[in-house]
């Protein structure tokens, strides 16, 4: 059960540009002594931090650049662009919900693409 009542909007972004949002959520909760910082946020943040290994810019510039190839779809951009797999078997992780499997050439342009920005 969630307690929305709509959804509004859908963005897809990546946990680079989480974190730059999440810090300025922090910084906010910060200025406020009164104001705690709940569990969820805390763990939140901690992730962001951990895991986002791009700048910002940086993690939005690969994912445009891996939507100009035919085989990549948003989702699957965007996952590519947090995980950012260093070979064959983690990428084919990334496309394993697709309906239909990528041949070696076309995973390895992709991970070219990756290897720009690694």
């Given amino acids: 059960m969630?307690?929305?009542k709509e959804q509004i909007d859908e963005e897809y972004v990546t946990v680079?540009?989480?974190?730059?949002?999440?810090?300025?959520?922090?910084?906010?909760?910060?200025?406020?002594?009164d104001r705690e910082m709940r569990y969820e946020l805390a763990r939140a943040i901690e992730h962001a931090n951990t895991f986002a290994v791009l700048g910002a810019e940086e993690?939005?510039?690969?994912?445009?650049?891996?939507?100009?190839?035919?085989?990549?779809?948003?989702?699957a951009?965007?996952?590519?662009?947090?995980?950012?797999?260093?070979?064959?078997?983690?990428?084919?992780?990334?496309f394993a919900h697709g309906r239909y499997s990528l041949d070696g050439d076309e995973l390895d342009e992709i991970l070219n693409v990756v290897a720009k920005y690694a």
């Fill in 77 to 94: 951009a965007f996952k590519v662009a947090d995980l950012l797999p260093q070979d064959r078997d983690e990428l084919r992780s990334v």
């Fill in 16 to 33: 680079s540009e989480v974190k730059d949002l999440l810090a300025d959520v922090e910084a906010e909760r910060a200025a406020d002594v």
């Fill in 59 to 75: 993690s939005r510039e690969l994912v445009e650049d891996l939507l100009e190839l035919d085989q990549v779809d948003a989702e």
């Fill in 2 to 4: 969630s307690i929305f």
